[in-house]
């Protein structure tokens, strides 16, 4: 979770005044109805190609600003 360096609080946080919902680990094929592990599995691979683009960018944002430094 990102949050603010000054106020420490994830923009979630200061929107609805609570942490966000944590969002679970899927084992693959524990649910009984196909459809719905079809949804989970790709919205599990969805969430961790967002993970990788986001540490990506950071990395890159990072470089830039050390760079200047």
Same mark, same amino acid.
């Not at 969805?46 to 967002?50: A, C, E, G, M, Q």
């Not at 990788?52 to 990395?59: E, P, V």
């Given at each position: 979770?990102?949050?603010?360096? +000054?106020?420490? &609080?994830?923009p979630?946080?200061?929107t609805?005044g %609570?942490?966000?919902?944590? *969002?679970?680990?899927?084992?693959?094929?524990?649910?009984?109805?196909?459809?719905? +592990?079809?949804? &989970?599995?790709?919205?599990?691979a969805?969430?961790? %190609?967002?993970q990788?683009? *986001?540490?990506?960018?950071?990395?890159n944002?990072?470089?830039?600003?050390?760079?200047?430094?």
């Open positions: 979770m990102s949050t603010h360096s +000054d106020t420490r &609080l994830s979630f946080e200061i609805y %609570k942490p966000p919902p944590a *969002l679970p680990q899927y084992i693959i094929g524990t649910s009984p109805v196909e459809a719905a +592990d079809s949804i &989970l599995v790709t919205r599990q969805l969430h961790s %190609k967002l990788r683009r *986001l540490l990506k960018a950071q990395t944002m990072k470089a830039y600003v050390d760079r200047n430094r």
